[in-house]
């Protein structure tokens, strides 16, 4: 199916389908004792202790990793347009076993729209027992920009989304001014550290299971400094555990499509009186699709690990208005609006093609979850953890990947983990890839070229907290995979030096790529900015991980 096709379940008036169209993971979880009945649907089974950094060597879990989204918009967001059942049918569909409507904050969504769409989240959940369904907020940050804030299923969800709502976003304060120079930006930044801490203790308390936020598009208009970010993450780094390493709207640079200036991602901005003035006027675009914070090796992402601190990627949606569909916006009956009502009219179809930039979630950007039990917390478990990789266009069907010393015998460490070895210690990467085995929703088999490796020295806290640069990163190995398709592995060797470090993995379908954003020295074949107008996403696609710590010992 191409994307010009209109599918049938986009009809709003057609019941939420228990569709499995990858079930793959949940058919690997199913095969695992313990993890029928109620607890299997409610996310209810105990979360999986995560694997300790003390001793030598490690052995973590094997997994199964649930696809999912955290970044969709419904009919309870200002500006989206889609039904539940569309969009729940839609993920279905595309394979997606979890995903998070994560609506804009505004008066109409915190006093009606809320508990409105908390109903229609119970009534889905109980339709669609194998689909896991968050409730969330996009939280509009004071002094920056967005972020996904949900929690786990519980009798608070809904009332601790509001509270917060209404005591911490930006927006609805307004507490918007973020620029360097302006009198609120100290107050504006430190109430979102103040949120975020907040959200910590309602966790601690028991009020809700468990809360997660994810920094959404953080360099769409450059308002997300780095010092916001680490402050963020700082102030509760089991709550504020990542960034959004792609965005959402990655058809809006389909030739002919939104027009001759679009770049995909919507990345279409430039700096203004709230950007951070550090960043450069070439790191408002996307790269292969990626944030330019992920792309650059070397960069923020990058700077961010060194201190040694894990800060998780994921990918997604971000759903508002799909590409090439014929739905718009139903019309408004007299007297009422999104202020008084919280919720859009359902949506009309017109047989025209309709403006859009997006992708069905699972249609093209995938946040893939290492799990050992499916369940919400399971999945809120794996996010915290780092057992995370991201893929677009469909281009891996599986990855999995180990680091264990060679005098070890278990499985190793896995993504998000830490290896404590010794200064000279021989080690192997383990990376398993599984090809795509079936055409994406593009009708294109996809396949990758190579698998990168890159490494960076871990160096503690960072002196200026306003840098975004990681000096000690680069590309170290580089697998050509073309033609190699089924499950195999790739083995890597690395010796530990005299200093901490990370590996993380990056690959591509090697359609589009030349010297990285910080030179060829660095990173020789990275992703590169399309031309305007002229980024069609299905032939740039990318795959990245998480990374892999190792801890020297002696070294701090």
């Not at 609805?172 to 009198?183: D, E, Q, S």
């Not at 292969?288 to 650059?296: C, L, R, V």
């Not at 290896?419 to 021989?426: A, D, F, P, S, T």
């Given at each position: 199916?191409?994307?010009?096709?209109?599918?049938?379940w986009?009809?709003p008036?057609?019941?939420?389908?228990a569709?499995d169209a990858?079930?793959v993971?949940?058919r690997?979880l199913?095969?695992?004792?313990?993890?029928?009945?109620?607890?299997?649907a409610?996310?209810?089974?105990a979360?999986?202790?995560?694997?300790?950094?003390?001793?030598?060597?490690g052995?973590?879990?094997r997994?199964?990793?649930?696809?999912g989204?955290?970044?969709?918009?419904?009919?309870?967001?200002?500006d989206a347009?889609?039904?539940?059942?569309?969009?729940?049918?839609?993920?279905?569909?595309?394979?997606l076993?979890?995903?998070?409507?994560?609506?804009?904050?505004?008066?109409?969504?915190?006093?009606?729209?809320?508990?409105?769409?908390?109903?229609?989240?119970?009534?889905?959940?109980a339709?669609?027992?194998?689909q896991?369904?968050?409730?969330?907020?996009?939280?509009?940050?004071?002094?920056?920009?967005h972020?996904?804030?949900?929690?786990?299923?519980g009798?608070?969800e809904?009332?601790l989304?509001?509270?917060f709502?209404?005591?911490?976003?930006?927006k609805?304060?307004?507490?918007?001014?973020?620029?360097?120079?302006?009198?609120d930006?100290?107050?504006n930044e430190?109430?979102?550290?103040?949120?975020?801490?907040?959200?910590a203790?309602?966790r601690?308390?028991?009020?809700?299971?468990?809360?997660?936020v994810f920094a959404?598009?953080?360099?769409?208009?450059?308002i997300?400094?780095p010092?916001e970010?680490?402050?963020?993450?700082?102030?509760?780094?089991?709550?504020?555990?990542?960034?959004?390493?792609?965005p959402?709207a990655?058809g809006g640079?389909?030739?002919?499509?939104?027009?001759?200036?679009?770049?995909?991602g919507e990345?279409e901005?430039?700096?203004?009186?709230?950007?951070?003035?550090?960043?450069?006027?070439?790191?408002?675009?996307?790269y292969?699709?990626?944030?330019?914070?992920?792309?650059?090796v070397g960069?923020?992402?990058?700077?961010m690990?060194?201190?040694?601190?894990?800060?998780?990627?994921?990918?997604?949606?971000?759903?508002?208005?799909?590409?090439?569909?014929?739905?718009?916006?139903?019309?408004w009956?007299?007297?009422?609006?999104f202020?008084?009502?919280?919720?859009?009219?359902?949506?009309?179809?017109?047989t025209?093609?309709?403006?859009g930039?997006?992708?069905?979630?699972?249609?093209?950007?995938r946040?893939?979850?290492?799990?050992?039990?499916?369940?919400?917390r399971?999945?809120?478990?794996?996010?915290?953890?780092?057992?995370?990789w991201?893929?677009?266009?469909?281009?891996l069907?599986?990855?999995?990947v180990?680091?264990?010393?060679?005098?070890?015998?278990?499985?190793?460490v896995t993504l998000?983990?830490r290896?404590?070895?010794?200064?000279?210690?021989?080690l192997?990467?383990?990376?398993t890839?599984?090809?795509a085995?079936r055409?994406?929703?593009?009708?294109?088999?996809?396949?990758?070229?190579?698998v990168?490796?890159?490494?960076?020295?871990?160096?503690?806290p960072?002196a200026d907290?306003?840098?975004w640069?990681?000096?000690a990163?680069?590309?170290?190995h580089?697998?050509?995979?073309?033609?190699?398709?089924?499950?195999?592995?790739?083995?890597?060797?690395?010796?530990?030096g005299?200093e901490?470090f990370y590996v993380?993995?990056?690959?591509?379908d090697?359609?589009?790529?030349?010297?990285?954003?910080?030179?060829a020295?660095?990173?020789?074949?990275?992703?590169?900015?399309?031309?305007p107008?002229?980024?069609d996403?299905?032939?740039?696609?990318?795959?990245?991980?998480n990374?892999?710590?190792?801890?020297?010992?002696?070294?701090?």
């Open positions: 199916m191409t994307e010009q096709q209109l599918p049938a986009a009809d008036s057609v019941s939420p389908a569709l990858q079930g993971s949940r690997q199913m095969r695992r004792a313990g993890l029928f009945g109620a607890a299997f409610a996310g209810s089974l979360t999986p202790a995560v694997a300790s950094a003390r001793g030598f060597g052995n973590d879990p997994l199964a990793y649930l696809v989204d955290h970044h969709v918009h419904s009919v309870y967001s200002h347009k889609y039904t539940f059942s569309q969009l729940a049918q839609a993920s279905a569909e595309y394979g076993d979890w995903m998070v409507f994560n609506e804009h904050s505004n008066f109409g969504h915190a006093q009606y729209g809320a508990k409105l769409e908390h109903e229609e989240i119970l009534k889905a959940r339709a669609n027992p194998r896991l369904i968050f409730q969330g907020l996009e939280w509009y940050i004071p002094g920056a920009e972020c996904t804030v949900f929690a786990a299923p009798r608070h809904v009332d989304l509001t509270k709502e209404l005591a911490y976003d930006g609805l304060l307004g507490y918007t001014a973020g620029g360097p120079t302006h009198p930006t100290p107050r430190a109430h979102a550290v103040k949120a975020i801490k907040w959200l203790a309602q601690r308390s028991g009020y809700v299971d468990d809360v997660l959404n598009h953080p360099m769409r208009l450059g997300d400094s010092h970010m680490r402050g963020w993450r700082d102030a509760a780094p089991e709550i504020m555990i990542g960034m959004e390493g792609a959402g990655q640079a389909i030739p002919g499509w939104r027009g001759p200036t679009s770049i995909r990345y901005n430039k700096p203004s009186a709230d950007s951070w003035p550090g960043y450069p006027t070439d790191s408002y675009l996307t292969g699709g990626f944030d330019w914070m992920t792309a650059t960069g923020m992402w990058d700077a690990l060194s201190e040694g601190r894990l800060f998780t990627i994921t990918t997604n949606s971000d759903v508002h208005r799909v590409v090439f569909d014929t739905w718009k916006n139903g019309d009956p007299s007297g009422q609006n202020d008084n009502t919280g919720r859009l009219p359902d949506p009309v179809n017109t025209e093609p309709q403006p930039g997006d992708f069905w979630p699972g249609q093209f950007s946040t893939h979850v290492g799990v050992t039990r499916y369940g919400y399971s999945v809120m478990a794996g996010l915290r953890a780092g057992r995370v991201l893929d677009h266009g469909h281009l069907d599986g990855l999995d180990r680091l264990k010393r060679d005098c070890d015998h278990g499985r190793g998000g983990g290896l404590r070895v010794r200064k000279g210690e021989k192997t990467l383990n990376v890839v599984t090809t085995s055409p994406n929703p593009h009708d294109i088999l996809p396949e990758p070229a190579h990168d490796v890159i490494r960076g020295a871990v160096r503690g960072a907290r306003d840098n640069r990681a000096p990163t680069k590309v170290v580089t697998a050509d995979v073309s033609g190699r398709k089924g499950t195999y592995t790739l083995r890597i060797p690395l010796t530990a005299d901490s993380r993995l990056r690959g591509s090697g359609n589009r790529h030349g010297a990285g954003y910080l030179g020295s660095v990173d020789p074949h990275g992703p590169i900015p399309h031309e107008g002229d980024g996403p299905w032939l740039d696609t990318w795959f990245y991980s990374p892999v710590f190792v801890e020297v010992a002696g070294h701090r």
